[in-house]
């Protein structure tokens, strides 16, 4: 398995302005996946963080409001930039481990953010 | 483009119980992967059992076992002498074989488990 924490774990912010939440993983991954989910809902891919390339996004997710660091093969951020009310949600980092062929995914805690 | 249907949004179950969760998917591949996955109220997503397409013999995992019929494409969950730390949501996930990591979910299974 793979131990992984987020940070903060919960935040209200005013819309408007921008949310930094960070993924810290216990041990390297070559793929890092930052999914957004609804309270009682399903999950949605935002992006997939590869280390030392660009994150690939998924239909109607884009860079520029939702920005990806993935500076080494333990951590990653997900930024949400200028926050509207529709942002609230649970963010969720997950990663799989390297090497095995479907194997399954692994997630934090998640981080919710409710924005006002 | 695959997709994964679960059909019941919420289940209870009296503790000590036997209940199935139904999941059906639709896709063109012949290799891939099928999960179980469960999310308790607090929140961190867990793997319950996980199923290789290519294996004709349903997984199993303590409690938990899948019924897999490939050719109708779909994947059950049983969960035996049910548990009130059973109680969570139950989302069906799909992986092709060279989609590392990018699991397609289902909308999920709210199982209550009643005392």
């Known amino acids: 398995s793979a131990v992984i924490s987020q940070k903060p774990s919960r935040d209200i912010c005013q819309r408007g302005t921008s949310l930094t939440i960070q993924c810290q993983v216990d041990?390297?991954?070559?793929?890092m996946f930052w999914y957004r989910q609804q309270p009682g809902q399903s999950l949605t891919l935002i992006a997939t963080?590869?280390?030392?390339?660009?994150?690939?996004?998924e239909s109607g997710f884009v860079i520029d409001k939702f920005p990806i660091s993935r500076p080494n093969l333990t951590f990653s951020t997900l930024t949400v930039s200028n926050m509207s009310p529709e942002d609230s949600s649970i963010y969720l980092c997950?990663?799989?481990?390297?090497?095995?062929?479907?194997?399954?995914?692994?997630f934090g805690p998640g981080t919710r953010l409710t924005v006002l | 483009a695959q997709t994964v249907t679960q059909s019941q949004p919420e289940m209870s179950v009296q503790e000590a119980e036997t209940v199935t969760l139904s999941c059906t998917y639709d896709t063109s591949e012949s290799n891939y992967y099928l999960f179980w996955y469960k999310q308790p109220p607090s929140r961190q997503m867990i793997l319950v059992i996980r199923q290789e397409a290519y294996k004709q013999q349903n997984a199993t995992e303590n409690r938990f076992s899948v019924n897999f019929q490939k050719a109708a494409k779909s994947f059950s969950l049983k969960i035996s002498d049910s548990q009130l730390g059973d109680t969570a949501m139950y989302f069906c996930?799909?992986?092709?074989?060279?989609?590392?990591?990018?699991?397609?979910f289902g909308d999920g299974t709210t199982l209550t488990v009643k005392p």
């Open positions: 963080a590869n280390q030392g390339s660009e994150a690939t996004y």
């Open positions: 041990s390297q991954v070559t793929m």
């Open positions: 996930a799909f992986m092709k074989h060279d989609m590392e990591g990018k699991s397609t």
């Open positions: 997950s990663v799989t481990r390297p090497g095995l062929a479907g194997g399954p995914q692994y």
